[in-house]
């Protein structure tokens, strides 16, 4: 065999090359350098490699599968990047048809402005999806097969540039599977046998396919953009050896292979099918928001009791918001009739046929039983009455211009009956395998849009509900966990400052709900099961057996926690063998052979037959229900710190105002970046991305589980939680710039910043601030998002991890911050709540009216 020539590594320039597809498409490529791709490979395990490649430009051998080319001259080079593509929706619906379907995106008045977004996310989220049918595409065909992953260069004797294109998700799974073929073949084997991983039927903002508003247009009627990975092979011989040659040949198959793709894709985003994913989205949208007026952080929660109340429609007392004159049902979740509720199997997302499922059907109760009418704008035409999918005779393929009999119609309101989960303390009560755990799971998963089909699509939860349950082993830094743990045996630790490296399963559980409370929650959801049992409930035996138990249980707060001016969160708890919680209930739902039924009065009747007549709790309280706000000076405990500078300090149960420790940012943390530990997996790593020059730390300090995050007992992670979980990596490594940033910034000041920029920028918004140098560069305002982000690791990481990310919820991000290992927290001191203050104002000039009302009734009767 004759040996091949040395070839040169071509240079390709490091600035991205823009071009047009069929006037409509703006494409731009950039091809990854060396320079870029080196941070990664230097610091990852071997486990996770690149899905690009070494190097921007990698001489191959001119020979493939063993046979040389002709030429020994000729070479092959490999050159791998991202593709940036972008429409304006103005473009995507150009027909005078569809003028009233693209005005429903432009985000204008606050009363339309949800509905515009949700329509925007459905939108990106239904092209995503789309993308993953049409790719991986290899261009030129090869031989009539598209979908080809790997380059046969024995075919492109005649073509100077082959390309293969695919989704920034396919690119990591394929580069995935082909270390696994190379490590073990008979894992290849198993991984061939298994079955396609199933879509996740929840609708997110994701990083690879987006709408974001262009500054530049009149009336922001938003930008389709999504990134691609492209996998480039160039045989020198035929097209020459200059910078301006190689690109040249790329840029020509790019627009060649584009241009299939862009008319298919195009089609299938103007079709029936994709506007009924629109729909369904904006209904779920729509309908969440009237559960509950909007939170605001800034000044704790507001008190939805405070407004005034009418009627609906069924004579059920309701919140009407007197700023826009929203009615609210005052509910946690809504559940509507006919859904379908059981999944496939426990690991699937997948509804259960119909039988055996019992579709869900509401109780007859005028307490929890629901009528509601929802706006949805333009997008009635594409649902039926009830709000289920519209289905047209016709095919998917006729688009949105066509008229049908339902768009003739100036309705834009659906009429939705379902059951609602009202706020304050609610049991879901019933015996074994009656569908109390399943309907707890769809509360759990209502925080999201569904797709249609799902069977839960009009099934949906208030945003800031959070699953509580037991996590053992977990760490815990300086939390207030003195609601639920005090007065430990021996050390005399303060649990209003309570850390462990390995949590109990009820110290654990305490620590989620006051961190739940930390990250401004609206409600708990508790399943007994998943629960430890000591931390749930004590009966009256145990009580009188054991008189110092330092475990106040999470029953005996419920109520305290509903009625507190602070933080007003509603529970919901599947019970199935404590009758105690019946003491507390608000609400009860009993689930009979997948049935629901209104079983408070019954669960009424119950508790005063058995609970009449017991004696105060410890003496602080009634039974089952101690108060929340409670504030008490104490003496410090021997050899603890003073921090105020007197004997006695304020003790307070609600969580503390603590963040991230500077001291330990700057050492452990100060540049860090982020991996995910095995592929599929729940664990995050944050490892140094220095070589540690900059730490102020002792060795003695630093611990091998430092910056190791578990999340596998977080269950509203959706789907795998792989892209979800990298999401919230991404967010805390932003939140711990700010923290340094902000030092006078506590979690829920951090937490809502982060909630407001992703709201602003999103998830690619962050990564491209996340570059180290960018507020350095003077040009950076003038450059476009393409050059940005690919400056950023952080992005070159993700891509390399995962492919995209999905956006998560603050929640979930501060839970991950506080489940990093090795993170130390100081606490900030406290500050007046000025919802704290105006509601104390408010209650002190009521006295005073009523005071007042009292003297006058007494001169008139004198």
Not at 19 to 24: A, E, G, K, L
Not at 486 to 511: E, H, I, K, V
Request: charged content about 25%; glycine content about 6%; some cysteine.
């Amino acid at each position: 065999m004759t040996s091949c020539p040395p070839t040169t590594t071509p240079k390709v320039s490091r600035d991205a090359v823009s071009f047009s597809v069929s006037s409509d498409w703006q494409v731009e490529f950039h091809a990854f350098s060396s320079q870029e791709r080196e941070h990664h490979h230097l610091h990852h395990p071997p486990v996770n490699a690149s899905v690009a490649g070494p190097s921007a430009a990698v001489p191959t051998s001119s020979s493939s599968n063993g046979r040389h080319a002709s030429d020994n001259t000729d070479s092959l080079f490999n050159i791998e990047g991202v593709l940036l593509t972008r429409l304006p929706l103005s473009k995507l619906f150009n027909a005078d048809e569809a003028r009233e379907a693209l005005a429903s995106f432009v985000i204008g008045g606050q009363r339309d402005a949800g509905m515009a977004r949700g329509a925007r996310v459905a939108l990106a989220d239904y092209a995503a999806r789309s993308l993953s049918t049409l790719l991986p595409l290899t261009w030129p065909p090869n031989d009539g097969v598209e979908n080809s992953s790997n380059a046969d260069a024995s075919r492109y004797i005649s073509d100077p540039v082959s390309l293969t294109i695919k989704t920034m998700g396919q690119a990591k799974q394929s580069q995935s599977k082909m270390k696994n073929h190379r490590s073990s073949p008979r894992r290849a084997r198993k991984m061939r046998a298994g079955k396609k991983d199933a879509e996740i039927p929840f609708v997110l903002e994701r990083t690879d396919c987006i709408i974001y508003s262009d500054k530049h247009q009149e009336r922001n009627e938003g930008v389709l953009q999504f990134y691609l990975h492209v996998d480039a092979v160039i045989r020198s011989a035929n097209l020459g050896g200059t910078q301006t040659h190689f690109m040249d040949g790329i840029k020509k198959s790019l627009i060649d292979s584009m241009t299939q793709i862009f008319h298919r894709l195009k089609g299938m985003l103007t079709s029936r099918e994709c506007f009924g994913h629109i729909a369904t989205v904006v209904l779920q949208r729509q309908l969440r928001s009237m559960l509950q007026p909007p939170r605001d952080f800034n000044s704790s929660v507001r008190n939805i009791h405070g407004n005034d109340t009418s009627s609906t429609n069924n004579g059920e007392a309701a919140t009407v918001d007197n700023d826009n004159g929203k009615t609210y049902l005052n509910a946690v979740a809504f559940i509507a009739d006919n859904s379908i509720l059981p999944r496939k199997s426990g690991r699937s997302c997948q509804p259960m046929s119909s039988p055996p499922a019992i579709p869900f059907t509401s109780p007859e109760s005028d307490m929890l039983t629901r009528v509601v009418q929802v706006e949805v704008g333009y997008w009635r035409r594409f649902l039926q009455k009830d709000g289920t999918l519209l289905h047209p005779d016709d095919d998917n393929n006729d688009t949105i211009m066509e008229s049908t009999e339902e768009s003739a119609h100036n309705a834009t309101t659906v009429s939705i009956r379902g059951m609602i989960i009202p706020v304050g303390v609610t049991l879901i009560v019933g015996g074994g395998y009656h569908g109390k755990s399943t309907l707890l799971q769809a509360l759990s998963a209502g925080i999201y849009d569904k797709v249609p089909k799902d069977g839960r699509e009009r099934c949906v939860t208030h945003g800031d509900a959070l699953s509580i349950r037991a996590e053992d082993g977990r760490y815990v830094n300086r939390c207030n966990v003195s609601a639920f743990i005090s007065n430990l045996p021996g050390s005399g630790l303060d649990t209003s400052r309570f850390s462990t490296m390995d949590a109990s399963g009820s110290t654990s559980q305490a620590a989620n709900v006051v961190e739940a409370l930390e990250s401004g929650a609206s409600a708990l959801l508790v399943d007994e099961d998943v629960s430890a049992a000591n931390f749930m409930a004590r009966d009256g035996r145990m009580r009188a057996m054991i008189m110092d138990e330092p475990i106040t249980p999470l029953l005996y707060r419920v109520n305290g926690l509903f009625l507190s001016k602070e933080h007003n969160v509603s529970t919901v708890v599947v019970v199935g063998g404590v009758g105690e919680w019946l003491d507390v209930a608000d609400a009860v739902v009993l689930m009979k052979d997948y049935v629901a039924y209104d079983g408070l009065k019954k669960a009424r009747s119950v508790s005063y037959q058995f609970s009449y007549g017991h004696v105060q709790y410890a003496g602080r309280g009634v039974v089952h229900r101690l108060p929340w706000e409670v504030k008490e000076e104490k003496k410090l405990n021997a050899g603890e710190p003073e921090e105020t500078g007197d004997e006695k300090k304020q003790v307070t149960l609600s969580p503390l105002r603590r963040k991230p420790e500077t001291a330990c940012l700057m050492g452990k943390f100060h540049s860090v970046a982020v991996h995910l530990l095995d592929s599929g997996s729940s664990r995050l790593w944050f490892y140094p991305d220095d070589d540690g020059s900059n730490s102020t730390l002792d060795d003695c300090d630093n611990d091998d589980d430092d910056g190791i995050v578990d999340m596998s007992k977080c269950s509203q992670l959706v789907g795998n939680a792989s892209e979800q979980l990298y999401g919230c990596g991404i967010c805390i490594l932003w939140l711990l710039r700010e923290s340094m940033n902000n030092p006078e910034d506590d979690m829920l000041d951090l937490l809502t910043r982060l909630e407001a920029t992703l709201s602003d920028c999103g998830m690619n918004g962050l990564l491209i601030s996340l570059h180290k140098d960018l507020g350095k560069d003077e040009d950076s305002s003038t450059k476009d998002d393409l050059s940005k982000i690919v400056l950023s690791n952080a992005a070159h990481d993700l891509w390399e991890d995962v492919g995209f990310a999905l956006r998560p919820r603050v929640h979930e991000v501060a839970m991950t911050l506080t489940r990093m290992r090795g993170l130390r927290f100081e606490i900030l001191p406290e500050k007046t709540s000025q919802m704290v203050v105006s509601s104390e104002e408010e209650e002190q000039k009521k006295k005073m009216a009523a005071l007042a009302e009292l003297w006058s009734n007494r001169r008139k009767k004198t």
